[in-house]
């Protein structure tokens, strides 16, 4: 319980001196000093400072994933797609140190455990939309364009000047992702057959009819037809 707390203390710490300094005031040294402990304290609760910021990271994202999971879904899933947008870009624009902190410096391969559960909510979402039939490319093509239009939109935003960020911006570029990667009903024709294929292959973890070898099959041939 005693390390518990101390270790709360030290995050909280750490997440001041990130507010008022950005990424570089949080330091082992500063952040030992600000919370009352030494450095090996730190480095046995955390590991190393990567550690520490990922901790912090998580706890200042915290309130936010809590607000995007606690999204009821609704009839449309692509409203709710719409929903998660402007709920991630508040986000970043009110947090910028935190946001920059968490998505500022990508790391190849690697995802705090902020960042995966953000993932997994997107993830959701994108798969309420196939498998209503209304994805025009795959399920990984379309989380990934979102998330990074999103959070390049977050970043435009967190350099301008209050005065100067037009909200508009988010929305327009929030509609034209959207229509890429979406459509108002399943089409007709080729598209439809690549729309239902993807809706089919969103379906594939439920039909407990099928062995996993054939599910694994089948995948592969749904696969070459969304490609």
């Keep these: 319980?005693?390390?518990?707390?101390?270790?709360e203390r030290i995050i909280e710490a750490a997440a001041a001196?990130?507010?008022?300094?950005g990424r570089e005031a949080v330091s082992t040294r500063a952040v030992g000093a600000a919370a009352g402990v030494q450095a090996p304290t730190l480095y046995?609760?955390?590991g190393d400072k990567q550690g520490l910021l990922d901790a912090v990271a998580s706890h200042g994202f915290a309130t936010y994933l809590r607000e995007k999971a606690a999204?009821?879904?609704?009839?449309?899933p692509v409203q709710d797609l719409r929903r998660g947008w402007d709920l991630h870009v508040g986000f970043g624009v009110e947090n910028p140190a935190c946001y920059a902190l968490i998505y500022g410096e990508p790391r190849p391969g690697v995802r705090s455990p902020a960042t995966r559960e953000a993932e997994e909510i997107l993830a959701g979402q994108v798969r309420r939309i196939a498998e209503a039939g209304r994805l025009r490319v795959t399920e990984e093509r379309a989380a990934h364009l979102i998330h990074s239009a999103a959070a390049g939109m977050t970043f435009q935003l967190i350099g301008l000047l209050p005065e100067q960020r037009d909200p508009a911006l988010s929305t327009l570029a929030r509609e034209a992702v959207i229509a890429a990667v979406t459509t108002d009903a399943p089409a007709a024709g080729h598209?439809?057959?690549?729309?239902?294929?993807?809706?089919?292959?969103?379906a594939l973890p439920r039909l407990a009819e099928l062995s996993p070898a054939e599910r694994a099959l089948l995948d592969e041939w749904l696969g070459r037809l969304t490609a």
């Design 1 to 7: 319980m005693a390390s518990e707390t101390t270790r």
């Design 17 to 21: 001196l990130l507010t008022e300094g």
């Design 44 to 46: 046995r609760l955390f």
């Design 71 to 76: 999204l009821k879904p609704g009839d449309d």
């Design 191 to 202: 598209d439809g057959v690549a729309g239902n294929a993807i809706a089919l292959r969103a």
